[in-house]
C-alpha cells in the first residue's frame, strides 16, 4: 500500500511536469486540441451521413452507434492520456539515456510508459465522458449492474490497452522500433470505432481473442446497452488478466536484451 | 540532372537505412487500407447499395485511393521545417543547387517507391481477399485520371512545403503538421468518398483543395463525374496548384529575409 501511494505521488509530480511542458506554447496546444475536436467531429459527421442512408446499420441504431464510438474515444483517450511517455521511448534507447531511468530507485517500467500524461488528452476525456452520459440520459435504457459492468470492462479494457503499449516498449528494447509499431496499434484499434462484431468472420474472431480490441472497446458499451451475455462478462475480465501477465513476461525478457548500446 | 538523379539514389538508401523501421511503415500502410477496407465490406453485409455507391464501386474506391494517397501524398518535404529550425538550411543554401528541385527530386524518389510497393501491396490485398473490383476500360477516364493524379502531386508538394516554411515564423511546426494530416485524413476522401456527406458541407469540402490529394483522382477513375465537371475540376485544380505557388514562393523570399541560421 504504502509503495502504491508512493507512485501515485510519483505519477502525480510527473503529470505536473508534463502539463506545465505541454502547455508551455498555448498556441500549439491549441492547435492540437483543435486537431483532437476535428477528427472527432469528422467522424460523428461520417456516422450521421451513413445514419441518413439507413437507420439501422449492422443492427445497431444511430445513438448505440455513437455509445461504441465514445467508448472507443474514451478508451483510446484515456490511454493516451496516461502512457503518452511510450511515444518519446525510442529516442531514449536509441541514444542509451534509458541507462539513466534503470539507475533511478524506480520501476523502469513505469516511469517509460506513464512517466508523461497529455493534458490535452484529459480536456478530451471529460467532452467524450459528457457526451456519453447525455446520450445514455437520453436513451434512458441503463441499470445499475449495466453501469457498474461497463465501468468494470472499460478498466479491463484500459488493462488490455497497458499491455499492448507494454509489449511497443518492448519490442522497443530489443529492435529499437517504436515510431510505426505504436502508430499500427492505433490504426488497428481504429477498428472499435464501430463494434466489432459487424465485422466478418475471419477478422470478428481476430478482433475479439487475438488482437482483443472487441474485448477492449465493443464488449464495455455492450455491457452498457444490455446486450452483452453473461459468459462474456466473466471471461472478458480473465482474458484480460492473463493478457497483461503475459506481456509482463515479455516486458522482463526483452529489458534481459538491453545492450545500452549507445552510451 | 546527374546530381538529382543522385539525389534520389540517396533517398531511397536513407529511406532503407533502418529495415525493420522501413517494413513497418509499409505494414502500416496496409494495415491502413484494410482497417478502412473492412468498415466498408461490413457496412455492405446487409445492404446492396450505400448512397450511389456499390459494394464494388466502394471497394474499388478504397483501395485505389490507397495507391493514389501513397504517391501523391508521399513526400519528404516535411523535413523542411526541422531543416529551418535546427539552422540546417545553411548547408543547402551555400550548395549550388535550387532548394525546390532537391526536394522535389527528393519527393520523386519517395512517390516512385511508394507507387512500386503499394501496387504489389494493393495486387496482395486483391489475390488474398478477391473483392469484387471494377477496372475501367475506358482510355480517356484513365488519362484524365493520369492528369487529376499530376494535379494532385504539384498541388501536394505546394502544401506541404508551405507547411515546411512556417518554420520560419514558427519555432515548432509539429502542432500545424498534425492538424493538417487530421484535416488530410477526412476531407481527402481516404475514409470515405466525400459526395456521401450531406449538401451543402460536400459541396464545402469539394470546393477546397484537399479533394485533389484522393477524391477527384479516383472519382475520375470510376467514371462518375461528367465531362464538364471533370473539365471543371481540372481547371480549379490548376488555379488552386498556381495560387499554392504563388504562396509558397513568396513565403520562401520573405522567409529567407527572417532566417538567421539559429540553431548552428
Known sequence: MIELTRYFRLWLKLASQSFMRE??????????LAGKLMRFAFFVAFLLALFADAPIIGGYSKEQMLIFFLTFNILDTATQLFYREVYRFRPMVVSGDFDLVLTKPMSALFRVLAGGADPLDFYMLILYVGLLVYIVIQMGVVSFIS????LLLLINGFVIATGFHILVLALAIVTTEVDHTIMIYRDLT??????????????????????????MMTV?????????????????????????????RVWQYALSQYASASS | MKTYIQIIRLTWEEMMEYRLNF???????????????????ALFASRETFFDYTQSTILTYILLSGIVATFVTGTRVYGVGELITRGDLSNTLIKPINFFSVYAARDTADKLLNLFLGIIEVALLL???????????????????GMAVAIGTVMYYCYAMIHGLLAFWLPDVWAPRFLS?????????????????PEPLSTFIRLLPFQYFMYFPVKVYLGQLTVLQMAGGMAVGLVCV?????????????????YAGEGR
Open chain 2, 127 to 145: 489475390s488474398i481477399l478477391r473483392p469484387p473490383v471494377f477496372v475501367q476500360t475506358d482510355v480517356m477516364p484513365l488519362v484524365l485520371a
Open chain 1, 190 to 215: 481504429m477498428m472499435g470505432r464501430v463494434p466489432t462484431d459487424m465485422y466478418h468472420q475471419p477478422i470478428r474472431g481476430i478482433l475479439t481473442f487475438a488482437l482483443p480490441i472487441g474485448l
Open chain 2, 181 to 197: 494530416f487530421v484535416i488530410l485524413e477526412f476531407l481527402t476522401g481516404a475514409l470515405f468518398p466525400l459526395d456521401i456527406l
Open chain 1, 23 to 32: 502547455l508551455l506554447d498555448r498556441w500549439n496546444a491549441g492547435l492540437f
Open chain 2, 242 to 258: 498556381g495560387i499554392l505557388w504563388y504562396v509558397m514562393a513568396m513565403m520562401w523570399r520573405r522567409g529567407l529575409r527572417k
Open chain 1, 220 to 248: 464495455p458499451a455492450k455491457a452498457l446497452m444490455g446486450l452483452l451475455s453473461p459468459w462474456m462478462l466473466l471471461l472478458s475480465p480473465v482474458l484480460g488478466l492473463l493478457f497483461i501477465v503475459l506481456c509482463l
Open chain 2, 23 to 41: 517494413i513497418m511503415w509499409r505494414v502500416r500502410f496496409v494495415m491502413q487500407r484494410l482497417v478502412v477496407y473492412f468498415l466498408w465490406w
Open chain 1, 147 to 150: 453501469v457498474a459492468s461497463y
